[in-house]
């Protein structure tokens, strides 16, 4: 059995083909950077020094360059790929896409829906969309739900904790947003729905499954016609962090992203776990680390919420050496460092007022990109 890949031209070689756009695009001028914008991108001053790996030639040299970093980043990706073993459905796989429910709420309507994630398999997602005239293209976000048991409900204000309602809250600001379930509740345990969706694809890691669901979960949205395909931002909590991390570095069609307490170092969090990268991660020999992805990312905008007290957080300023590498990275393209650390030192949590910093980034990054 080969890993899961395309039928077709895959979205990776369409993302080599576009990067200098994109990067072109990241350059022009955005909405005012939020107020609290400078205490999030400056580091602290004890902070450890940036992976030298990262930002190293294929000889071992510092990377001091763009032209050097252009000739490396397709190859970093290209190697994580390999790593990964799976990466995308076949872009003209039909959705096969039902609506299985829809209420129309006070700011938007809210359709609960079904759609082929691969071949044999099928995700379901709510899709939220603004009350809006029609011909108006409006920006959007994937929001990957955090690990509980109604998985996506919290997101989009059919549970309590009104602090989690982040999709809601996006799509009250006029965001189009789509929040897919992850794959882990498709059987009766989290192992389960691994070795499952795994079965057709031995070589490949359970994160690539997420980060291929993530890629159709964007593809969903720019099938809506009232989807600005400029300006598609990603938000995640927890498990759903993860999965924004991925997807924003693999994915050349996300414009900027906020992954709160997924845990951005290989160390900081349950990486090891099978649904994630596997055991493999804790061998000694193993050598990535996520600055790579990070690095990957750059120079698009990309916010790390840390909860730090202590115990029961993921990130916090030990998150910090690999955002640094996405500084260097993006201060080689000259272009403004919008990658940084907002330390709530709640713990693994989001309370409202993490949530309205979450909303501020992604407006000023995605809805008003490219406005002004």
């Known amino acids: 059995m080969k890993p899961l890949t395309p039928q077709s031209p895959t979205h990776w070689t369409r993302a080599l083909g576009t990067l200098a756009l994109i990067f072109a695009a990241a350059q022009i001028s955005v909405a005012a950077d939020p107020a609290w914008f400078a205490q999030a991108v400056t580091p602290p001053p004890a902070v450890e020094t940036a992976s030298s790996k990262t930002l190293q030639t294929a000889d071992g ?103 989690r309602h982040i999709g809601l809250r996006l799509a009250e600001k006029g965001f189009v947003v789509i929040c897919p379930e992850n794959f882990l509740w498709e059987q009766k345990s989290y192992l389960a729905s691994t070795a499952a969706v795994l079965s057709p694809h031995p070589d490949s890691k359970g994160m690539a499954v997420m980060l291929a669901d993530g890629l159709r979960a964007v593809d969903v949205l720019l099938a809506q016609a009232d989807v600005d395909p400029r300006r598609i931002g990603v938000y995640g909590h927890s498990l759903g962090a993860k999965e924004a991390l991925y997807l924003t570095a693999f994915d050349d069609r996300i414009c900027a992203a906020v992954a709160s307490e997924g845990g951005i170092g290989m160390h900081s969090t349950n990486w090891e776990a099978p649904w994630y990268l596997g055991k493999v991660v804790k061998s000694a020999d193993f050598t990535r680390d996520h600055d790579d992805l990070i690095a990957l990312i750059a120079p698009r905008p990309f916010l790390v919420l840390g909860g730090e007290t202590g115990r029961g957080c993921s990130d916090g300023e030990r998150s910090w050496p690999a955002l640094l590498v996405g500084q260097r990275v993006t201060q080689l393209y000259d272009a403004p460092v919008r990658i940084g650390l907002w330390n709530h030192h709640e713990g693994h949590k989001l309370s409202w007022e993490s949530g309205e910093r979450v909303i501020e980034w992604l407006t000023a990054y995605v809805a008003e990109k490219n406005q002004n």
């Open 61 to 163: 040299m510092p990377v001091t360059s763009l032209a050097e970093w252009r000739e490396k980043r397709p190859q970093l990706a290209a190697d994580w790929r390999k790593f990964l073993g799976a990466y995308s459905a076949a872009p003209q796989l039909q959705f096969n896409l039902e609506t299985l429910k829809s209420d129309r709420l006070e700011h938007c309507t809210r359709t609960l829906i079904r759609y082929q994630a691969e071949p044999g398999r099928s995700v379901r997602a709510y899709l939220l969309t603004p009350h809006h005239p029609v011909g108006q293209k409006l920006p959007a976000i994937v929001a990957f739900h955090g690990t509980n048991a109604k998985t996506f409900q919290k997101l989009v204000g059919l549970d309590g904790e009104p602090d």
